[in-house]
């Protein structure tokens, strides 16, 4: 299973972006799948996740402004960022919570190679 992270860049403060992240391989269904972000010097930390019914949840920091999807069909998982400030920046990193056999019920967690966005005031 691979994860593939695209759409960072850089972006004037105030301005958006639209990350998204498809996932391939073998798979046979995705739970959980999220971005995270991490900035130089700092912890990785969650941006916003959703689960496989499409419950979502957001870092205090980016509610309001961060929002993010899936598509099951084509198992991609998008964060529309929004009203970016220069404390955004970092890369960001998609995951998700892979099932890659029907046989198996167990998952596994697969993560994106990263993202970088870029913000200047």
């Known amino acids: 299973v691979q994860l593939q992270a695209s759409g960072g860049g850089l972006v004037q403060a105030g301005g958006s972006l639209r990350l998204s992240c498809a996932a391939s391989g073998q798979i046979f269904s995705i739970n959980d799948m999220g971005w995270y972000r991490q900035a130089p010097g700092k912890q990785r930390e969650l941006v916003a996740g959703?689960?496989?019914?499409?419950?979502?949840k957001a870092a205090d920091s980016v509610k309001g402004r961060f929002t993010i999807s899936r598509d099951d069909a084509e198992n991609t998982v998008v964060l529309e960022i929004h009203s970016l400030k220069p404390e955004d920046a970092a890369v960001y990193y998609c995951?998700?919570?892979?099932?890659?056999?029907?046989?198996?019920?167990?998952?596994?967690?697969?993560w994106g190679q990263g993202t970088q966005v870029t913000v200047s005031s």
């Open positions: 959703i689960t496989g019914g499409g419950s979502t």
């Open positions: 995951r998700a919570d892979v099932r890659t056999s029907f046989i198996k019920p167990d998952s596994q967690v697969y």
